[in-house]
């Protein structure tokens, strides 16, 4: 079992940035991919980053591409994801989520991929 608990989500203007942190516990050495999904309200769950633990390898959602970075400190089993440039249309619950085991040709932009998610954290963008 993992259990991950994000922070740092919060109110800005368009255009400003924010950092959002996952920190993982429990058998956190079982971990292979983590990613960051969102949801606005009235919306479907949509992938925006992940990263592959064990390389650091990263992907991201074309919507945004040069503006966020994901990122990983193993020594304290935590992802981040910051945010810059941020857009009204950010605007949504950011939730991180963990895949348990490797698979060579997983969906990763889908949410059945992972196995674990955190309980979210709000993001809002002022316009």
């Known amino acids: 079992q993992v259990q991950l608990v994000e922070s740092g989500g919060g109110l800005v203007q368009a255009g400003g940035s924010l950092r959002l942190s996952c920190a993982a516990s429990?058998?956190?050495?079982?971990?292979?991919?983590l990613g960051w999904f969102r949801q606005a309200s009235g919306k479907e769950r949509e992938f925006v980053a992940a990263?592959?633990?064990?390389?650091?390898?990263?992907n991201y959602a074309d919507s945004v591409k040069g503006r966020f970075t994901i990122s990983r400190d193993n020594g304290k089993n935590t992802v981040y994801l910051q945010m810059n440039s941020l857009k009204p249309e950010d605007t949504a619950v950011y939730y991180c989520?963990?895949?348990?085991?490797?698979?060579?040709?997983?969906?990763?932009?889908?949410?059945?991929?992972?196995?674990?998610w955190g309980q979210g954290t709000q993001v809002t963008v002022s316009s």
């Open positions: 989520a963990a895949r348990r085991d490797g698979t060579l040709f997983i969906d990763y932009r889908q949410g059945y991929a992972y196995n674990y």
């Open positions: 990263i592959w633990w064990s390389t650091g390898m990263t």
């Open positions: 429990g058998r956190t050495g079982s971990m292979h991919l």
